[in-house]
């Protein structure tokens, strides 16, 4: 990616670069270790042997212990699931967005077992027996969370399609008390692309959020 196409200049592409290195890596292993569940490689079979599941076709169903949002779900899904769209696809929780699917935008922001991730680098497979908490369980249309009422306060958002992922990884910056300067929210954020360039009211909104003292 180059500085020009990154709002927010070389200090952003700096702070993406180094965070989503660590995550494709980590994606990278996972996928080795879901692949290895459903392609054998023509080479490694006996002569003339062609792979059951090489077509990559429909693969066997596993079990998934997860609980999202509070509620315990068991359920069979296809290993090759990420967790974003499971979210989306056949949980029906869309407030989780997927932007690139690849890892550099951060629209696909959630909590698991308390630490921001992002879900379409994540087998949902691999999550078995973790706690995820997206977007609609932090808050509700009545009951704001406390950052989404900053938001709207400082009119942080204009599309609104990159929020929900700011809001969740705010929600880890100030609970990880990385919110003690504009500067350093600036780094700690700088995963989180908006195409709208709504950065500087982001910022202000969890500014004002972490200074107020109220509990995320
Ligand atoms: Fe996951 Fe862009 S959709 S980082
Ligand atoms: Fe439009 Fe961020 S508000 S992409």
């Known amino acids: 990616m180059k ?39 023509a080479s490694l079979l006996p002569g003339g042997e062609s792979s059951a599941t090489e077509s990559f076709g429909d693969a066997e169903k596993v079990k998934l212990s997860i609980a999202i949002n509070g509620k315990k779900l068991r359920l069979e899904i296809d290993p090759r699931t990420t967790l974003l769209d499971l979210l989306r696809e056949e949980l029906a929780l869309t407030g989780t967005k997927k932007g690139c699917d690849l890892g550099q935008c951060g629209a696909c922001t959630v909590h698991i077992n308390g630490q921001r991730t992002l879900s379409c680098l994540t087998f949902a497979v691999m999550q078995n027996g973790s706690k995820v908490t997206t977007i609609e369980g932090i808050g509700s249309p009545e009951s704001l969370h406390p950052l989404q009422e900053a938001f709207i306060k400082h009119d942080g958002f204009q599309c609104g399609y990159c929020t929900p992922g700011q809001i969740m990884s705010g929600v880890s910056c100030i609970r990880e008390g990385k919110a003690r300067s504009e500067s350093e929210v600036q780094e700690y954020m700088s995963g989180n692309l908006c195409r709208c360039g709504a950065y500087p009211n982001i910022v202000n909104a969890i500014l004002d959020v972490k200074n107020s003292g109220q509990k995320v």
Request: glycine letters at 12%; hydrophobic letters at 35%.
């Open 3 to 41: 500085d020009e196409e990154v709002p927010g200049g070389k200090e952003l592409v700096c702070g993406i670069e180094g965070r989503y290195d660590e995550d494709r890596r980590f994606f990278l292993k996972q996928s080795a270790a879901i692949a290895g569940l459903t392609f054998v490689p």
